[in-house]
């Protein structure tokens, strides 16, 4: 609860406040009903991201052991292969967790340990990115919105921060939070980007499910596992965005706050 207080406590115009952080800016979180639902939220969406984080590498560990036909790379070739997609490259990418389908150069770029492997983890990582390629060819309209949505998640998220610092500092000189709820709506871009991503999360693991079955590659118990494995890794999508929901409660709860001050 220290942290937080002292993220509360940063806005004071009062240096004094920021230096014994505590009882003024606690007392002032409790008479706010908004922030202290803000930090609540904040702490809960943390421990969740956390759980979700762990729970995935175990999933993904143990189901990199159990061996399939077929590496990630050939999943991935099969897979494009059989949807009429002849335009897309295979390439295998340095890291970990660095798989993603990049539409603007059309490649499915996968991580050594997806790319070289023949395992569950393998094939249903791999498989997932060409679900995301066919979401392309196919002009899926959540993957249109989301990249129709990149130019200006890219000004909100590096300009909203900023003038939500500047908003908070003139609502604590002036009392005008117009600039502070201007600061919010550029940095809420993150969250609107963040809840359209799940859709796209989603459906693109819903493709690769439904071609694994269909292609016969993995039998029954396989495609439980590739099943599993792949909800850990929405989850991870869904605990982002609501993390990010949080945020901009707990930064409209200091608004609100600070505006009533």
Request: charged letters at 15%; one cysteine or more.
């Amino acid at each position: 609860m220290t942290a937080y207080l002292q993220v509360l406590a940063q806005w004071s115009t009062d240096v004094s406040e920021v230096n014994d952080l505590s009882m003024r800016g606690f007392s002032t979180a409790m008479e706010n009903p908004t922030t202290m639902i803000g930090i609540i939220l904040l702490v809960v969406m943390g421990l969740l991201g956390a759980v979700v984080q762990k729970r995935l590498m175990s999933v993904m560990n143990k189901f990199s052991q159990v061996e399939t036909p077929i590496s990630g790379a050939e999943t991935a070739r099969r897979m494009l292969e059989q949807h009429g997609i002849h335009d897309v490259r295979v390439i295998c990418t340095k890291g970990k967790l660095t798989d993603h389908y990049n539409p603007a150069d059309k490649t499915v770029n996968l991580s050594e340990i997806v790319y070289n492997c023949n395992s569950i983890t393998a094939m249903a990582v791999a498989a997932h990115e060409c679900g995301h390629a066919v979401q392309h060819a196919t002009a899926y309209t959540w993957l249109r919105m989301r990249s129709s949505l990149v130019p200006v998640v890219n000004i909100g998220s590096r300009l909203g921060q900023i003038v939500l610092i500047a908003g908070l500092a003139l609502v604590g000189a002036s009392g005008n939070t117009t600039v502070a709820w201007i600061g919010l709506a550029l940095f809420a871009c993150t969250s609107v980007f963040a809840l359209v991503t799940l859709p796209v999360e989603f459906n693109a693991s819903r493709r690769a499910l439904v071609w694994l079955n269909a292609s016969g590659l993995a039998d029954d118990a396989m495609h439980g596992q590739a099943q599993t494995a792949l909800k850990w890794a929405a989850m991870t999508y869904v605990s982002a965005a609501l993390a990010s929901l949080a945020q901009l409660v707990y930064y409209a709860g200091l608004i609100l706050g600070r505006g009533k001050r």
